[in-house]
């Protein structure tokens, strides 16, 4: 069946699924042609949108027919925006067989009440997977300081930390799921089954296996041993919103569905170390330092001699960001080969970059350095460290 066909059909059973004194068809058919363009898999589920949608105009006050993609992730997720009189809203469409919301509305009240600006959800049809969001923005942190001047990039760094700072300090343990050494084990493999076996075509040795099996529980055990937050887990200027109008200029915080309560250094790690763009170390540190007075600050970095010697604590930093670069790694193959998302293959050098980095200035770390050499068929230079080797 066309485009053209298809709509009919849909607007056929829109009209047929409605109230005996029907809407205007016009209207109707205006709005099934905008949600038709979206793109469904099954004419029902797109069926089930319509309905919902036109549902939520009239309760909201927005215009249907306004529908269209705002954007889409890594996932299955898909996010639409919708506009009314006096603002805009947006649309996420997660099929419940692929994605589980509840972690996203759980967490949502959780971040909400730590003082972060996230989403409020106005309605939610839990058995389609559709839900109506507040619309923090239409511009994301990335897409400003891409583009925009040295003071103006500082300024929103400094947001992200009062954010951070702001989440980690309502930490509470029990609330989320604890980023333990399964999970992080888990994510570790992702990166010689993944990145090394599957994209790669790269076969370890037993040997080699060992080696990196070593290198994994060492960084397992070190990041572990660091004071625990709530953590975002992918705390970077792609989910960050800038406020394109009003009064509340806090950065908004999105894709939070997945926090757990792990180490302290895992999201400025991640904010510092983000897959599209690198900074030069130089503003990766200066960021990292402020960050650290802030945190020292509100008391939750009193672990060995962090709250004194940057040094250590940006060891920890960097041995956080080195186990969240190998499990990036791993998945963006994983989404190249089997979810057909090949566009994020083309950052992986980029982490492999921050691997090698991190693995010249660790003496315990050379092992992995000289392992990502035969792999990548390359060889790195030794640097130094910011902390003790």
């Not at 692929?98 to 989403?119: H, M, R």
């Not at 942190?141 to 103006?152: I, P, Y």
């Not at 989404?335 to 693995?359: E, H, N, V, W």
Request: charged fraction near 20%.
């Amino acid at each position: 069946m066309g485009a053209s066909g298809a709509v009919k059909a849909l607007f056929v059973e829109f009209r047929l699924s409605m109230s005996t004194t029907p809407p205007d068809s016009s209207a109707v058919l205006s709005v099934s042609a905008a949600v038709h363009a979206l793109g469904w898999d099954q004419l029902e589920r797109e069926l089930a949108f319509c309905r919902w949608l036109q549902t939520n105009a009239l309760q909201h006050d927005f215009y249907p027919e306004s529908v269209q993609t705002a954007s889409a992730d890594a996932s299955f997720r898909r996010y639409f925006r919708v506009i009314g009189k006096n603002r805009s809203l947006i649309v996420m469409d997660a099929p419940p067989d692929k994605e589980n919301s509840q972690p996203f509305v759980t967490i949502a009240a959780l971040f909400a009440s730590a003082g972060l600006k996230v989403p409020q959800i106005f309605d939610w049809d839990q058995a389609h997977g559709f839900m109506l969001l507040a619309d923090l923005g239409t511009q994301t942190m990335m897409q400003v300081v891409s583009s925009c001047d040295s003071d103006t990039g500082s300024s929103l760094f400094n947001q992200a930390t009062d954010s951070l700072v702001l989440l980690q300090s309502s930490s509470t343990p029990g609330l989320l799921p604890p980023y333990n050494h399964a999970l992080l084990r888990r994510e570790l493999d992702l990166f010689p089954e993944w990145y090394v076996s599957q994209y790669k075509q790269y076969a370890l040795s037993n040997e080699q296996l060992n080696k990196l099996h070593l290198v994994f529980e060492q960084l397992i055990a070190f990041n572990l041993a660091s004071p625990m937050v709530f953590v975002h887990r992918d705390f970077m200027p792609r989910n960050l919103m800038v406020a394109d109008h009003g009064d509340d200029l806090r950065l908004g915080v999105l894709d939070f569905q997945d926090a757990v309560y792990g180490p302290v250094t895992y999201d400025i790690a991640s904010l510092m170390r983000v897959a599209f763009i690198s900074w030069e170390e130089d503003f990766c540190l200066d960021t990292t330092v402020r960050y650290w007075e802030k945190a020292r600050k509100a008391g939750y970095l009193n672990h060995e001699d962090w709250h004194s010697d940057f040094g250590a604590f940006y060891k920890a930093v960097e041995w956080m960001g080195l186990q969240r670069h190998l499990k990036v790694a791993g998945i963006f193959a994983r989404l190249s080969l089997r979810d057909g998302k090949a566009k994020y293959l083309a950052d992986t050098p980029r982490f492999i970059g921050y691997m090698r980095a991190t693995c010249s200035r660790y003496r315990e770390l050379f092992p992995l350095s000289r392992l990502l050499d035969q792999i990548e068929g390359q060889s790195s230079a030794v640097g130094f460290a910011f902390g003790r080797v």
